[in-house]
């Protein structure tokens, strides 16, 4: 049952973990500067889901060290995970309808 | 076949461990994406109840209210690195630093909770948002809000209390080096998420000028 506290060692360094922090405060700056350059919605919420899950991805990577975990630990969590995220699209298109549906419009 | 369980140790004697993890890690991973689940169908039903309100409401002005966020982002984010450097300090066996790196993360979370309070304060107190009424008449907003961001803020206070319990603990010569790093793992999840309400409910309702 050892065998895990040497990956804790073999995991990134200090001067990785920086790097990750500085990538993840630029990729923030970027999205307030999208936010005052008044970007038109549908872009900007493109751009921003973007940055989002790259900087999501940079967290669970690095700080949450899966990227230094066994591929089988990733495979068993993030693929369903990711599926049942995207199945909750499915209500979207009604949602897009009721603002039409109402009297008025 | 005895003598070949004895070489090798067989998964049927509980000594394999098929994601080389402890079970407390496995275990907080298990929570983290159930819990995922849960603030992913939050961040959905707040986007369809904005997609269905063709007038719903902007009300966070660049200047103070964007600004006001950004740092708290800033906050969490910073929290999220003090909390690695917890973990590679407690992996070397030193204990001292781990507990300073873990006050500086809770230092981090502390600062995002009273910042975001008294923003909540302000929109409940000055410009009239609770969850059931505002003043742009789209009482959505202020539900969806809310619990959105209630329930993060839930997190970090919860969040807040377990890094508490650790750093006790680990003052004290009590936990491992896995320990710790659990405690990582539900910290990084809750920076996570921020990192979706943020530019979902602040940044694509920002206004400018």
Known sequence: ?105 | MSSQASAAPSLWDGGGSPYATGSKKFGMWLFIVSDSLTFSAMLFAYTYSRVTNPDWPKPFDFSPAIIFATVMTFCLLSSSLTMVMAVQAMSHGNRKATVRWILATMAGGGAFVVLHLSEWMKLINVEGVTPFKNPWGVPLFGGTFFALTGLHMTHVICGLIYLTIIATGVGRGKFKAEDVEVSGLYWHFVDLVWMFIFPLVYLMSARVG
């Not at chain 1, 307030?32 to 940055?51: D, H, K, N, S, W």
């Not at chain 1, 066994?70 to 990711?82: A, D, E, G, N, V």
């Open chain 1, 1 to 105: 049952m050892s065998e895990y506290v040497e990956e804790v060692h073999a995991a990134g360094t200090t001067g990785t973990y920086i790097k990750v922090w500085i990538a993840l405060l630029a990729m923030t700056g970027v999205e307030v500067l999208l936010a005052y350059e008044q970007v038109p919605t549908l872009i900007m919420l493109t751009a921003l889901l973007g940055l989002s899950i790259i900087k999501a991805a940079l967290i669970i990577a690095y700080f949450m060290h899966l990227k230094f975990e066994k591929l089988s630990l990733f495979l068993t969590l993030f693929p369903m995970l990711i599926f049942c995220i995207i199945l909750m699209l499915i209500f979207l298109g009604d949602a897009t309808r009721i603002p039409h549906m109402r009297p008025g419009f």
